[in-house]
């Protein structure tokens, strides 16, 4: 579904379909709405909602502002991943059991060096979440490139059901124009929408919408959505 932005510098929302550039040349305007992007929700004028105009919550929107040092192996994520594995544990009843017997045994050992240590010490019991904490659950990360690491972003973006846009400052700089299109192409296919925020415009073929230094906008429509 196609996502609205509007902000005191634009006369009208802007569409967010697909994967969508904006552009701003100022170079206040662009640090204030990277701003805003950063603190959507709370002291931001800036407005994210949809078609039927309701509001996008700030836990419905994700913003990366450092791709390079992005961990995909978020607590949210990890969380979600978790509390699933459980989920399905709870389908197979002789595997939980079995775990829980382990964690039991595990328990008891170290709880009678507990006993035997010289300060009064206590401790709880674990829970399954816990265990897949401790064996270090998480996704595999396996890029070689950053293009390769952000197609694993999309993809984990896409998996996060409860998330409805992706914001991403200055990344166009880092990738080549046929980058862009197929990036551009695997949101498509992904049906999700991503704002790019821009400094200056790309030669893709992603929609752009450019605010220039005079605050004038134009609108260069791309062959993708």
Known sequence: ?????????????IEINGCTQFVVEDVAAYAAT?????????????????????????????????????NINTSAIL?????????????KP????????????????????????E??????EITIQEVLIALGVKIEVDTDT???????IFQVFKYLR???????????SYFTTEELNEMAQFVSLLQMNVLM???????????QYILDSDFFLTIKHGKMK
């Open 34 to 70: 990277v701003l805003a992007c950063h603190r959507y929700g709370e002291e931001s004028d800036l407005k994210l909602f949809n078609n039927d105009c309701k509001s996008l919550k700030s836990s419905e929107v994700v913003t990366i502002t450092d791709i390079f040092n992005y």
């Open 197 to 207: 925020i821009e400094p200056k415009p790309t030669d893709s073929e992603i929609t």
């Open 94 to 117: 002789a595997v939980k059991t079995e775990i829980e017997q382990l964690t039991n045994q595990i328990t008891e050992l170290i709880n009678a060096e507990v006993l035997n240590h």
């Open 1 to 13: 579904m196609p996502m609205k932005l509007n902000s005191h510098l634009l006369e009208a929302p």
């Open 79 to 91: 969380k979600q991943i978790h509390s699933e594995i459980e989920d399905q544990l709870n389908e």
């Open 146 to 152: 950053l293009f390769e690491k952000m197609l694993e």
């Open 162 to 172: 409860n998330k409805k846009l992706l914001i991403l400052v200055n990344v166009a």
């Open 119 to 124: 300060l009064d010490l206590e401790l709880d």
